[in-house]
Structures are given as C-alpha cells and as structure tokens.
Nanobody, 120 residues
Framework: QVHVVESGGGLVRPGGSLRLSCAAS????????MAWYRQAPGKQRDLVAA???????NYADSVKGRFTIDRDNAKNTMYLQMNDLKPEDTAVYYC??????????????WGQGTQVTVSS
C-alpha cells in the first residue's frame, strides 16, 4: 500500500508565491520519478515539472524561471516552489510518483490534488 498526499495549495494574489509539498509513504523501496501535474477546469492534466532520483529536472515552458522543483529522497518528499504566480497558474495540482515497492513491484501513484487559485 502506498499513500501520496499533497499540501500547500491556497489562494494567492498575482505575483505571489506558494510552496507545495508531496509526501509518499507506505511500502516503498525506491522512487524513480516524482512529478507535478496540474489540471484547470475543462482542460487536460498537464506536466508542470518532474525530478529524477538523481536530481535531474524538467519543466514546462510556461513555468520555467518561476517554479522550482526539489525532493528529499530520505523523506520520500517533493516540493514545488512557485513564484511570480499568474492567474493562468490556477488549477488543481497533482503529485505523481513512479516507484518500486518493497516487494519489487513497479507502480505509479497519484495524490488527491491540491487547489491553487491565483486571483486579485
């Protein structure tokens, strides 16, 4: 059993900042990829940023220079620092984890999502 929980969403004014967290727990041997996705109303779920276990990162063009993804492998936790937020960043943000369990089963788990609203 694996649990993935996001936190840190909320309402912020344009130009403001938020820091999201994602914590994975349960029968985890190792985590390969941790990623943030977001889904705005009526739109598809899109990749925001991803980070590999070795620290390599990838960002959507729309957030480059504003968002920073990081992870703590010892805590199975990932963060997304979001600066200079814009109204178009408004969405539900989801954490996705690609991992190996302690029984060496490969699986992908998603969190329940956290709402980020950017509005004046």
């Amino acid at each position: 059993q694996v649990h993935v929980v996001e936190s840190g969403g909320g309402l912020v004014r344009p130009g403001g900042s938020l820091r999201l967290s994602c914590a994975a727990s349960g029968s985890i041997f190792s985590i390969d990829v941790m990623a943030w996705y977001r889904q705005a109303p009526g739109k598809q779920r899109d990749l925001v940023a991803a980070i590999l276990s070795g620290g390599h990162t990838n960002y959507a063009d729309s957030v480059k220079g504003r968002f920073t993804i990081d992870r703590d492998n010892a805590k199975n936790t990932m963060y997304l620092q979001m600066n200079d937020l814009k109204p178009e960043d408004t969405a539900v943000y989801y954490c996705k984890v690609d991992l190996w369990t302690k029984t060496f089963t490969r699986r992908t788990d998603w969190g329940q999502g956290t709402q980020v609203t950017v509005s004046s």
